[in-house]
C-alpha cells in the first residue's frame, strides 16, 4: 500500500508531452501509401515530421504509431511516384 502513490506519482510524470511534439501528430489520420499517392503535396509535410521523429532524443516506443504507419506509407508512396516518372 505504501508504493501506490509513488507508482501513481510515476505514472503520470511519463503523461507528459512529447519533447517532438507540441500534441497535434498523434491526432492526425492513419494514411495508407496511396493516399500519399494521389496527394503527393502531403509527403515532405509528412516527412518533415518523420525527420524531427527520427533526430530527437525520445526513445523509439514513444512515437505514435500514427507516425510510423504514416512515415512508411509516405517514404513507400514517394519512391512508387519516383519509378513511375
Partial sequence: ??????????????????ETSDGAD??????????YAAHPAEIEPMQKIC???????????AQPAVITTNCRAAAFAKSQLQLTE
Avoid: E, F, V
Fill in 1 to 18: 500500500m505504501r508504493a501506490a502513490p509513488l507508482t501513481i506519482l510515476l505514472l503520470l510524470a511519463g503523461c507528459g508531452a512529447s
Fill in 26 to 35: 498523434s491526432n492526425m489520420p492513419a494514411r495508407s501509401w496511396k493516399y
Fill in 51 to 61: 525527420r524531427q521523429w527520427a533526430g530527437s532524443n525520445a526513445p523509439t516506443d
